[in-house]
């Protein structure tokens, strides 16, 4: 079971970037998913959450909103972060992860708490804002 992060690098402040997390060993379609992110000297954050089933449902921090767009592909066993208009306070290592509350066949994204039932984690890829 395996989550692998990529994507991420250096990008000047007002550019985008498109995150991928490739999952292996799992159905990443059986699972809500998510992204989180830690900047140095703070706590993990979660940055956005999509459902398992009804994909309708996407989730995103309050301060991001507008900035991002979660997806996945069932067919490539992948999601993605698309982030524009990034600004110097996205700098930071960006995880996926996969899981969700819920039970088998209809994972999703807990309010308040996103990283709930998460249990699966990629290893994260930096992304580093410039000015």
């Known amino acids: 079971v395996q989550l692998q992060a990529t994507g991420g690098g250096l990008v000047q402040a007002g550019g985008s970037l498109r995150l991928s997390c490739a999952a292996s060993?799992?159905?990443?379609?059986?699972?809500?998913v998510g992204w989180f992110r830690q900047a140095p000297g703070k706590e993990r954050e979660a940055v956005s959450c999509?459902?398992?089933?009804?994909?309708?449902?996407?989730y995103y921090a309050e301060s991001l909103k507008g900035r991002l767009t979660i997806s996945r592909d069932d067919a490539k066993n992948t999601m993605y972060l698309l982030m524009n208009n990034l600004i110097l306070e996205d700098t930071a290592v960006y995880y996926c992860?996969?899981?969700?509350?819920?039970?088998?066949?209809?994972?999703?994204?807990?309010?308040?708490?996103?990283?709930?039932?998460?249990?699966?984690w990629g290893k994260g890829t930096q992304v580093t804002v410039s000015s």
């Open positions: 992860a996969a899981g969700g509350a819920g039970d088998s066949g209809d994972y999703y994204c807990k309010p308040g708490d996103y990283s709930f039932g998460m249990e699966a």
């Open positions: 999509i459902n398992q089933s009804d994909r309708r449902k996407t």
């Open positions: 060993g799992f159905t990443l379609a059986d699972y809500a």
